[in-house]
């Protein structure tokens, strides 16, 4: 699948297991960086953004490969530009798990239909003493 942020086309597939291995790795550790550096005292405002931008850009180097931010971003430190690139991976991420529940979901729905016709089918066959010997 392919994902289109700041006219830059990312090729990831997240119904692959290496690839999702990736992913979730460093999402995660996105998550936890963020999460700590939360807890710093940064000198400046410019400097918090800094911070943020630095790691948004380890997770999409992490992600999508090295020079990835480069590309996105160009060198610039602009955090809601870092933020709105994470937003879209976790839209598209979303989307991708939405379609496999929705046809895991289907087909779960059809072997539960197919037992419960099968079920139906045996109560009703014994109760009109079909397949009992008399």
């Given at each position: 699948m392919e994902?289109?942020?700041?006219?830059?086309k990312l090729?990831?597939?997240?119904?692959d297991a290496d690839f999702m291995e990736k992913f979730?790795?460093?999402?995660i550790k996105m998550r936890d960086t963020a999460q700590q550096k939360r807890g710093e005292n940064f000198?400046?405002?410019?400097?918090?953004?800094?911070a943020q931008c630095e790691v948004v850009n380890v997770c999409f180097d992490e992600i999508f490969g090295a020079g990835t931010a480069a590309k996105l971003f160009g060198g610039k430190m602009n955090v809601m530009e870092h933020?709105?690139?994470i937003e879209k991976v976790s839209e598209w991420a979303a989307g991708?798990?939405?379609?496999?529940?929705d046809f895991t979901n289907r087909y779960t729905q059809r072997q539960q239909n197919a037992v419960?016709?099968?079920q139906t089918a045996q109560f009703v066959s014994q109760k009109h003493g079909k397949g009992?010997?008399?």
């Amino acid at each position: 699948m392919e994902l289109i942020i700041n006219n830059v086309k990312l090729e990831g597939d997240l119904m692959d297991a290496d690839f999702m291995e990736k992913f979730e790795t460093a999402m995660i550790k996105m998550r936890d960086t963020a999460q700590q550096k939360r807890g710093e005292n940064f000198p400046t405002a410019a400097a918090n953004y800094r911070a943020q931008c630095e790691v948004v850009n380890v997770c999409f180097d992490e992600i999508f490969g090295a020079g990835t931010a480069a590309k996105l971003f160009g060198g610039k430190m602009n955090v809601m530009e870092h933020l709105k690139a994470i937003e879209k991976v976790s839209e598209w991420a979303a989307g991708e798990r939405k379609t496999l529940n929705d046809f895991t979901n289907r087909y779960t729905q059809r072997q539960q239909n197919a037992v419960r016709n099968m079920q139906t089918a045996q109560f009703v066959s014994q109760k009109h003493g079909k397949g009992k010997k008399h």
